[in-house]
């Protein structure tokens, strides 16, 4: 269960209205890698998992923090929109051209959609969508995906800080640059206390049996491309991360076999093939070739 | 440049068809965490890189390969529904419950809009997007949601693994597992690198200036649910990852701000609000608010 | 069946090109609440109706008008476009203040997909899409959402009034919104109408048996926030809309139940779980627990 | 600020695992009318809000709710995939009919994506997106539209409902359907009260001038189809419910226009138009049409 | 304007219903080339014509006979549908091996949201969307769409007729084919006759002056791959299909230039750089790199 | 496989940087006809060809080719956008007209998302989507889909080149559309070769059966609009390019038939129907209707 109370975590009030910046804002909020990702994210992650105990409890103790941030910056953007302009035609931007440049920097469907409201979309307008979040019930897995999109967050909020001189923006985005800060190291530490223990493993997963891979290219740097600079690097030669083989460098592919044949479906889903299919026309049968069983 | 050669990497060739496992082998082609997701993202990486060298080579040398990951799946796929059957009706599932049984859990679009041949859809006939891409310019960001894909796409693969008995499958699977496997190594190695020359650090981005952001939070665990194994991790005390604070521990937030005031935007923007517009009914004109400058 | 006639309902010609407002009006064409919404959903809801005779004829009469004001609204963005500049660069912008605005402002895709034409998508550019319809065949609650949908595009409809001073803009948008009245009046009164012959009712479905769902909670307003302003509502206290009740008011849940414990799946799926899955590494056979039967 | 419970607001827990039942279940969690929809429309109505007090309190009230009814549906749809099988070929549905049956009926991305975990997807697989969410700052519009969720989302609960047999699962239903009830009269009396208090009223928005829509029409049911029965409805004749006319009743259209001459926009677009361009072949110029200024 | 008659141009009723045939035959209704896509195609493009008279007039012709067509196919689905189960889970499907088929095989939502509706769908569940459509201004390129758009079609309507034995679902295909046949004819002929005519020609766009192409590669057949056979086609030597030109054949590219160096973008973009940005921690102010003016 | 090299098959570097360019430029990229689409789909159909030899090489042949102009795409883009402003903000705007501008005009993801870097999107910042491509195993289908994607590419590309007078991005499209012209020439003639060789032909698919189809309409131009300048084409008169008939002119439809009675599903689906289900309410049971077996 979820409670709400009406009062924010920081203060998120910006000097003045400013709807350019609102659209850029809302990438943080509705994009791919903004806070409702991670909220939902962790969320669907801890009501996948199959361990009780800390693991479990840190993804709910973080996620219920997220959906904070959600409203933080949906409190934000709209009144970042309050003084969103009604005027939005060539005659208004000619008239003014700061209202020229606002008209085309802003999200119209502030405007329009809205009412200068805010929205549950990206900073170009695409809605938010389920498929930003990965659960995949690995925690290993997971986790990486969460250093990654807390990494990401935190660029592009630390992009957007650089953005604006409203110092109430900015002193909301540090507030929010520095939980990206402890949930990075956070995510790091849990993915690795999750192999210090022997809970997971690299490669991920642990438990898929090593011998039913093959193991002849699982340390192979195989250089598909002709830039030579690649074999320097200590992913081409050395021990490997997951602590069971040694990188070696190869140039092109160490294996290779014959294309299949092209395959002959059933005559009536009337792919072209080498000799045109015999269908007695009268009644639509395919007379030589034999369907589907 | 790229250039295609008429051979692929590995053995691609199932025993016998199997339109339902075709279905099944679709997500790792084009779903979110498939061959064409990492094929595009390690080329996006490499286009947008502002480093040459052994890490735009990496991106290069890899990406290539992916690509031909794409064309081996691609290739497995069409076979698999050589005989992907013609009738789909409740009367062909009533007569045959083998049939049936295909005609239910096979991707109906492989017969009707593909003739039995691949799509560039995951296994639920979602089509891949764009938005599945990383490539954030910021390498250490960027080689962790790599990281997180080749883990997340060998859990699948392995998944898949022991979904069929086919062993022309199998032998394929395996070796792409062997590949991820090499991957998953390659990009943690990499991101390593990345930290160890100082390229790169944590938190991402390292060159935003730490005094801009609100360090009081940087370490803090703060608790927004009722489970309190999570202060057991080794992220709610000791050191951090990035070198540079401790955790610790808190319930609940460690700061709050009230919730600003509803916002009033312009009125012939017609949200509701507290006492009614005053509109020059004959004109539209709004009487008592001004507008939007 | 459907006939075109090359007449419009209304005038529908601008005083002048605006490629900036052209941009704009595509929202109420092809937005989620735009003409070719309320055009499908009502031939949608007529296709699916169970019932002959004035509901059904309703939906046909006004599904095929709202097609003609797909038209209409494509015919004028036509026009507003007929200006649509082909320079496109930033030295163009500098150039030209007003030049550099329109750039902003403008639906790029107008000019380089469609050649200054209309496109089948919203004010963002997103393409309208089939989940924007509404018919689920029950007919107060798909006339509760026609309500809905007229009342939005109302609304919509009504804020780009006032982005234009242009004249033929202005007509034809009257007219659209003299008819937004008819129809939001008309859902209103169809939807009571249902109730007031007893063929539909509150709560819909009316036919879902009461004593099957759980009564204890049906009129009960429970608060989930801090704010206790909603007690003062007529919706926390006094008779129900259904004719079934009383509301009451409450803080918080009055019910709750443990959390159940997490799942235990196939140790195949590689899901991370207690006690590291037992797999024989040479055969990838699981050793000590049971899959799925 | 949003804090959780490890507690249910209600039993949550399958008599037994069910995996195409599962999928069913998924619609009511991340479809169109489904618990994540109602949670964030609730959540941006109210961040989107221009009236503090009960209006905006009701709807972070009820928002926060429905956040633990997104968590109850993920519990139990986890619960119900608990024996998601993992063999998946044709091979495995030939060789048992009730495992083909699950094949078929299951979300393949259950297993594969998931580990027989939820996601947030509708019942087909299409992932969740923002576009399904109204704000649009007008409270009568958007009570409106959230009358219509919960009524699509009882009905859809409803149908889930009858089935199965499952008692578990049944009970959990039985409470969403109270709340759905009590949602439901929640909205429709909130709409109400909107229009009692004159915060506003029909036709929405009620502060757009009536004297600049073309009244002529407004109240006019004008039938575009050739079914007559639409004129016995209360729709068709009598007071209307904004009280500001009388419906009458026409076969077809009372107003119309002639359709506007073809636009001839700028040659460098190389639309087809009635005389071929004159462009200067060797420079690009077009010689004989004034480009757009 | 649109009028719409209660009739349809020919028989849409089944013998028996069939929700498995149901959501197969929603490809042709919602799908990518669909008639829902060709009906709003050729609007788009009647409504984007430049030209008035016999092209517009042919395009505004059969596009409100397309409209016709979908509602033939929603009207055929809805009763198709009529019996759709209500059982839904793996008890149903285990009591019953025919209902366990059609469990698998049909559109849940066919169930769970319209009741036994059609919906704006293709056969995977994926929502009609606005991009499936081209109207590009452009004659010759859009009737090269729509002929290529009505073969798709009739291909997948040929499929689907091969897919039943049902006599009243194969009597409305055998009409929708001859229709498909009627329209490929007709497209093809248009778009030759705007070449008789001189109205448009090959290349498309025909004004486009030919000295500002890279006349060198435009009739080169360049093989990127190893397959040899390419050489023997009409496209490999010969007069080209535009009259300007002759086919050559080439191994690999004829022409090539080296990889731009890597950009150097603002450092505020925190993108990773061959030296480490220098940004004064206390400030932020990027100290020795120049910022974008 | 796929091998790359570190080399570009013509120069792709602009003059100077142009954010708002580089926004437009994202079209042929990764839009509907974009680079990445005609890549893809020429892949796909190979992969998915029925015939060894010419055709299967042809695709291969020029699939590779398309890739490496992805490429140039994009390393044309990144460098366009080499000086996309950080500063974005209303104060900004007003600060500098032309700042202003390129906030409006430029992809603001380019800078927030990608660092000034290219991403896989269109020129609105939608994501490049599987349902672009086309690949449905018959192959004068397919390739009339190809010369369509070409002939749309070079009108694009064509459009994009008037857009700018940067001297690097002109020599680059005008490679570009040199390659577009033989790729247009190329399928065409392709096409006109299956023909020619009988491998297939007109209608598509030429193997169905012409005595299934309902032959009194194949010919038919029925004209549901009430222009009558359609008369005059030889679409309307004289034989058909398919050789098999002749076509004839009609006002509205040759043949109709009745609207069939509206549909009546199983009443637990809830739908409005004529007369009230009756529901045991204690039990559930539908007392007086059949539901489905």
């Known amino acids: 269960m979820f409670f709400h109370r009406q009062e924010l975590q920081f203060d998120a009030t910006p000097d003045k209205p400013d709807a350019i910046y609102a659209r850029r804002l809302q990438e943080v909020l509705g994009g791919q890698y903004g806070e409702i990702t991670v909220a939902m994210q962790y969320g669907f992650q801890a009501w996948n998992s199959h361990l009780p105990g800390k693991y479990r409890d840190l993804l709910y103790g973080i996620g219920a923090e997220e959906f904070g941030h959600v409203e933080m910056l949906a409190i934000m953007i709209a009144q970042l929109l309050e003084k969103a302009p009604v005027e939005q035609s060539e005659a208004a931007a000619a008239s003014d051209p700061v209202l020229g440049a606002v008209l085309g920097g802003m999200d ?98 642990m438990n898929f049996p090593l011998s039913q891979e093959h193991r002849e290219v699982s340390y192979q740097y195989l250089n598909f491309s002709d830039g030579a600079a690649a074999a320097e690097g200590s992913w081409a030669s050395g021990p490997t991360p997951d602590g069971k083989g040694e990188f070696s460098y190869h140039e092109g592919p160490t294996t290779s076999a014959p294309m299949p044949p092209p395959t002959q479906p059933d005559p009536r889903l009337f792919g072209t093939d080498p000799k045109p299919n015999i269908v007695d026309k009268a009644t639509g049968v395919v007379k030589d070739k034999l369907s589907h069983k």
Do not use: C
């Open 108 to 205: 119209v469907q502030h405007a329009i959609v809205a009412g200068a409201g805010v929205r549950p979309v990206d900073s170009n307008g695409n809605p938010w969508q389920g498929s930003y979040v990965t659960a995949s019930g690995n925690l290993l897995a997971d986790f990486t995906a969460n250093a990654n999109a807390e990494m990401q967050g935190r660029l592009q909020v630390a992009r957007l800080y650089n953005m604006t001189d409203d110092h109430g923006v900015r002193k909301m985005l540090s507030f929010l640059l520095a939980r990206d800060t402890m949930h990075q190291n956070q995510w790091l530490r849990a993915a690795a206390e999750l192999r210090e223990e022997g809970t997971e493993d690299l490669p991920v997963p």
